[in-house]
């Protein structure tokens, strides 16, 4: 692990333009070492899956502030689910979700969602544990 | 504004009360900070006096209302003889629904209607492709053909209503005057304001469908159309309020907005359009945020900086050529998900300073709208606030009562010249189209909105229930939250499908086929876009025809910057 940096894949889903909150995680995680890469605006569960192994990322983060986020986030989700080569890749979501919505995204497998007023540095250090996570199963895995 | 001896009498005074009062009151008790600064970061002092103010001018820089350079307001007597126009904005799920909640809210006392729609609308995308499944009606109105606006408008009398439409380009526009021919209104009947503002969409929806001069171009195209057919229609809204809520400072809100302005300006001018023609038509939306004086002073900074613009670099003549009317929304951005009451606190203020800084229309945020689209209760207490203002508050009872407050003016001052000096940035760089191609004006608004998130986390900016006076995280939201029913979406798609089944295939073929053409040769697009949204074309047929004709915009993908 040591001098490698965590790559994640940053990117926002729905059809809206908000990217206040995405540019700023960004900025964090840039901050805090880790490589960003960025997948835009309106992001597509297949460009997801595709960005995430051509970059070969260790962890992927959607913000999102459209109200379909609850068709948009599982979508995304499932394509992943479906691909062997990002299955094993955590997903965590970012944005305002009205209560509730956060806890059934959770329920179906994303491993975090980061509400208004998260801490930048914390949502670091959750990628950290993530990316620290994954790892070990690679290892474990290969023996 | 005041005489030499009565300065010198003011400065004595202001030094012996420093030595003998403030002194000795700074030691037993110190202030709470040792800077105060506005949101923004205008350094505020302690108190102001006549020194701060003391090389203006009353007539030159102040005067009066509805007068030149029209500081003080664009109607002589403010808000005495009408109010401003409350304005909600609504679209939700379907156009059946919109339709009812726009009827629910004429009854409750709304004087204008503000329609906005849905992404995949926004996006020239229809309700039926796969893209958008999902997100059909659920931040705003779907509208894919003329069939959606007529049920959006069921009832409504056009004539007796001014329609504000958050839309760019000559398509909604397209279907709304579409509908009132086919009821038999003529188009100098018809009042409203069409957004229309490309440039702040590029940088802040980052929505791109053609390239950003194709897009400019359509716009302007729209603004020169409405000048010769819909005379009392604003075809264009300089849009400010985005730019904000994007995390740019009072200062950048107003400069990229008359930035913007400009731009257009230029362009129309460019076609041989006479200034005096199409300038009483242009109108812009601001945003109001937290900091109560430093909005007030932001507007009244704004109207002066355009009347000087219009009239001594435009050279424009006519005096309606130099009023700067805008409608302010209250701050998105400042609505909390945490303590979501607390929202209905934060927009009075906010609606507050609108109408102290002599907004023309006002939308007040409902205090779910962090979360969801409003529901009914919050959409009716967010229009109750603004007719509080008007009616329980006094405030509206005289003309731009802050006028003459020596920080007022002050911070008028200081906002104005922030804002001249952007402004001949964005000029060296070739104008705000170029500005924009160049990433500088999305580079500067992502710096000043990391400095906000710097200064929140440091403190140095509070917001109540984020940075402050929290709440146990498992603190129940104590609002109704507004869903759209999946079955909504269903409908509106199934609504499409009948439409496509039943129009005239030979019809729309010609209309989007003379659509491509005026498009290629650069043709004013209005007429071919009228012809075809009675066609019923979708927005995506036109997307598509565009495309085609003038290639796509650049992939809409924004960039990271930090």
Redesign the interface.
Known sequence: MEGKPIRVLLAKAGLDGHNRGIQLVGKALRDAGMEVLYGGLRITPEEVVEMSIQEDVDVVGISIFSGGLMTIIPKIFQAMQQNEATRDIPLIVGGILPPGDAEALKAMGIRAVFGPGSDLEEIASFIRGLAAGSAAKEKAASG | MFKEEELDAIRRTREEWELTVLGPIMEKWPERKGEFRTQSGHPVKRVYTPEDIAGKSYVEDISFPGWYPFTRGVFPTGYRANLWTRRLITGLATPEETNKRLKFLIEQGQTGLNIIYD??T??L?DSDNP??????G??GVPTCTLRDMEVVMDGIDMRKVSTSIIHSGPFILSMYLALAEKRGIPFDQLRGTLQNDVLSQYY????SVVSLRDGFRLSADVVEYCRKHVPRWNPISFVGYQIR???STAAQEIAFAIGSAIGYTEELMGRGMDVDDFAPRLSFMFNCHNDFFEEICKLRAARRLWARIMRERFGAKNPLSWLLRFHVQTAG?SL???QPINNVIRTTIQAMAAVLGGTNSLHTNSMDE????PSEYAARTALRTQQIIAYESGVANTVDPLAGSYFVEKLTDDIEAEAEDILRQIDGMGGMVAALEAGWVQREV?KA??EY?RKL?SGEITVVG??MF?DSEDE??PIE?L??DPAQERHQVEMLRQVKERRDKEALRRALERMKEDAAAHCNIVPSCMEAVKAYATLEDMRNALQEALGAGKE???????
């Open positions: 992404n995949p926004t996006n995308l893209l958008c499944e999902g997100e059909v659920r931040d802040t929806v980052n929505m809520e994007a995390g951005s909390t998900a945490q962090c979360y969801c689209l992502v909105s990391n998130h986390k984020v940075n929290q129940e939201v939250i869903r759209i809409s993908k924004d960039a990271f910057i930090c």
